[in-house]
């Protein structure tokens, strides 16, 4: 079983940007470089929401709609770290972000960090 931790959240303006970072532990028999990964999120009040994913050599990705073309995910698997660039933020983007195991919103994830998008 894999643990993961996120970092990068706090308070942002509309229009700006922020970057995301999730660690996993490279222990308990998980091989970070041989997984694809997620993003997830959840907004005040709202489900669980999938947003992101990528493969394992971090060479396809897949956004949900209304993040496509300003969110960005990325990895480096020397580091076992995971990343999520945030750019344009808007409102909406208030949420608390997770990173998760596998491709979907299925796996192991994290504890979360808060984004708050806000003037």
């Known amino acids: 079983q894999v643990q993961l931790v996120e970092s990068g959240g706090g308070l942002v303006q509309p229009g700006g940007s922020v970057r995301l970072s999730c660690l996993a532990s490279?222990?308990?028999?998980?091989?970070?470089?041989?997984?694809?990964m997620s993003w997830l999120r959840q907004a005040p009040g709202k489900g669980l929401e999938w947003i992101a994913s990528?493969?394992?050599?971090?060479?396809?990705?897949k956004y949900i709609k209304f993040v496509e073309g300003r969110f960005t995910m990325s990895r480096d698997n020397a580091k076992n770290t995971l990343y999520l660039q945030m750019n344009n933020l808007k409102a909406d983007d208030t949420a608390t972000y997770y990173c998760?195991?596998?491709w979907g919103k299925g796996g192991t994830r994290g504890p979360g960090t808060r984004v708050t998008v806000s003037e």
């Open positions: 990528l493969t394992a050599d971090g060479s396809y990705s």
């Open positions: 490279a222990g308990f028999g998980f091989d970070f470089s041989s997984n694809a």
């Open positions: 998760a195991e596998g």
